[in-house]
């Protein structure tokens, strides 16, 4: 399909003829048909959107997206820089949202690297990925339940006891901090902590600090005074991974419209939306490596919580539809329908 653009007729005549970039980053940002503004013919501009996504995603066209050789290059460099931390790979079991609400004119992202163009996952996202598994981990061993979307609701602007206990994480646990010891007398005192009956509720502020200390959290991931031990890696590709096209279709557009009261019926317009992915099978790099003066043991830990966050929780975009999950093993070539299943088999 030849596409318009927003150029003289002159260049846009030699732009058309274009058949390969080599960075998908600069093709999305600065490469898109003016078709997506105006339509063309029946097409809306919505689906013309989608024909280009197609386009770009095509078997026949992967090889043209991304460079071969510099990533080769970059992933070498990467391997310098991380040396003498804690690396490992990973697949991807499900397809990959990174960056899928990130602004811009496309209306969904996907997360390229800023220079050469693939897809990578920020180190600040796996900070986080990894943070998540092991705070699960903490309220339940501690006793700090979450809450269902009723509970939450009652709360109001009120803190919930994981805000509470995420403060308290966050907070220097030096003696002469009183901070912390008001955010536990709170955490003790919610009802819904004492309905659970959990570790925290008797907790001595003593015993609460060497645990939190023993965990090694405020080690990894600093407080609001201080860094944390270690540097997460952004977490590149090792081979050129595959991009697909997919589609979420909202069904009640006018019931969730601002000011609308529409009731949900059966016959209401379909608003579909396409975007980017990245197809499963991708293998990523990962790495942890400790600050100046902080040990190998740290790294070790922090790359034991990113990798269990990475296969238990995903990372990116949809991950309660089964988006986002990672395997040690290369997946097999299986439906999107049944990899979830596949996954959670996987882990026996």
């Known amino acids: 399909m030849a596409f318009q653009y927003a150029l003289p007729k002159d260049t846009m005549r030699l732009v058309q003829h274009v058949t390969s970039c080599g960075n998908l980053g600069l093709v999305l940002d600065k490469y898109q048909p003016w078709d997506f503004v105006l339509g063309t013919g029946n097409k809306k501009a919505g689906q013309v959107k989608g024909d280009w996504f197609k386009e770009l995603a095509a078997d026949d066209n992967q090889e043209k997206l991304f460079d071969a050789q510099l990533l080769g290059r970059v992933r070498g460099r990467w391997e310098a ?10 697949w991807s079991a499900t397809p990959l949202l990174v960056g899928l609400g990130g602004g811009g004119t496309l209306e969904t992202g996907l997360t390229l690297h800023p220079l050469y163009g693939f897809p990578y996952i920020p180190a600040t996202t796996l900070k986080g990925v990894a943070r998540a598994r092991i705070f699960y981990d903490l309220a339940g061993h501690l006793g700090v339940p979450g809450l269902t979307n009723e509970q939450a ?37 919610d009802e819904c902590v004492q309905a659970e009956k959990g570790a925290i509720v008797g907790i ?23 860094a944390g031990g270690v540097a997460f890696f952004d977490a590149i590709p090792i081979t050129l991974p595959k991009i697909e096209v997919d589609i979420m279709n909202p069904h009640y557009a006018d ?15 379909l608003n579909p939306v396409t975007y980017l992915a990245i197809a499963s099978g991708a293998e990523f790099r990962f790495g942890v490596k400790a600050r100046a003066g902080n040990g ?22 949809k991950t309660s539809s089964g988006y986002g999950l990672m395997v040690k093993e290369r997946p097999l070539d299986i439906t999107a329908r049944t990899k979830r299943n596949y996954y959670y088999d996987r882990r026996g």
Request: glycine share 12%; aromatic share 10%; net charge negative.
């Open 81 to 90: 820089l991380a040396e003498g931390g804690a690396k490992f790979s990973l």
């Open 153 to 189: 609701a009652a709360y109001g602007k009120k803190p919930t006891p994981f805000q509470l206990l995420d403060q308290l994480l966050e907070t220097d646990l030096s003696s002469d901090n009183k901070t912390w010891l008001t955010l536990l007398q709170q955490l003790q005192a």
């Open 204 to 226: 001595a502020p003593d015993s609460l600090k060497g645990f939190l200390d023993d965990s090694g959290f405020q080690a990894v991931f600093g407080t609001l005074a201080q």
């Open 255 to 269: 019931y969730y419209g601002e000011g609308n009261e529409a009731p949900h019926e059966g016959h209401a317009r």
């Open 296 to 317: 190998d043991e740290l790294p070790k830990k922090a790359a034991r919580w990113l990798r269990s966050g990475l296969m238990n929780l995903g990372v990116g975009g």
